[in-house]
């Protein structure tokens, strides 16, 4: 069963910061991965997803991969208060239609 | 987001039988049922692809789902338990395919007494 993990578990930072969130999972093989925002009371949102080794950007969004060392970041530049939410990494399990999400980073922008 | 609405929003309950519903207005073939407990990430349940039920995870019984056409879902709940209070979102994808995105609904909060 694949597992994912997120550190850190939570973060604060001054709005203006730029914030770097991590994510490791377990299985080589496993697809895409995902980052989704969840803001309180609401359903998870998707930002970026990455399949290929390297980095990928849209916006203030930058998400880097290694899969030979099974790791995922996601970057966002010149944070906002509108940012301060749960993010979640979510593997996608091939062509399954299954989503392995990890527990979750809070993050927290500060006017 | 209001192209996927779940209905009820809030529901508590005792050791009742109920019904949550999800429809979807995307034009997509894949539906999700996802239950997301309190310091939980959401964890599949079930998944239909063009009215097929195509994954089953490990669920108790008293879980049954319904895709009567390809924009709604039905989660029938039966003699809830308290494991059970949880919040269950509704999600739709354009297929099944690696890389899809899906679109989630805003939950429904379900408390059992």
């Known amino acids: 069963q694949e597992k994912v993990q997120q550190s850190p578990e939570s973060l604060i930072v001054p709005e203006g910061a730029m914030v770097s969130l991590n994510c490791s999972f377990s299985?080589?093989?496993?697809?895409s991965i995902w980052w989704y925002q969840q803001h309180p009371g609401k359903g998870p949102k998707a930002l970026i997803?990455?399949?290929?080794?390297g980095n990928k950007k849209e916006g203030r969004l930058t998400v880097y991969l290694n899969r030979a060392s099974l790791h995922v970041s996601l970057h966002i530049k010149d944070s906002q208060p509108s940012d301060s939410a749960v993010y979640l990494c979510?593997?996608?399990?091939?062509?399954?239609?299954?989503?392995?999400f990890g527990l979750g980073t809070t993050l927290q922008v500060q006017p | 987001n209001t192209k996927i609405t779940q209905s009820p929003r809030y529901l508590i309950l005792g050791r009742a039988n109920k019904s949550l519903e999800c429809e979807q207005h995307?034009?997509?073939?894949?539906m999700y049922w996802y239950k997301q407990s309190a310091e939980k990430p959401p964890e599949l349940m079930f998944l239909y692809n063009l009215k097929q039920l195509i994954r089953n995870e490990t669920v108790p019984s008293r879980f049954i789902p319904e895709c009567p056409d390809s924009s709604k879902l039905l989660l029938h709940i039966s003699a809830v338990d308290p494991e059970d209070s949880a919040v269950y979102f509704c999600?739709?994808?354009?297929?099944?395919?690696?890389?899809?995105?899906?679109?989630f609904g805003h939950g429904t909060k379900l408390s059992v007494l």
């Open positions: 995307l034009g997509h073939n894949a």
């Open positions: 999600a739709s994808s354009p297929g099944t395919v690696s890389n899809e995105r899906l679109f």
């Open positions: 299985d080589s093989a496993s697809q």
């Open positions: 979510a593997v996608s399990m091939g062509n399954t239609g299954k989503l392995i």
């Open positions: 997803s990455i399949f290929s080794n």
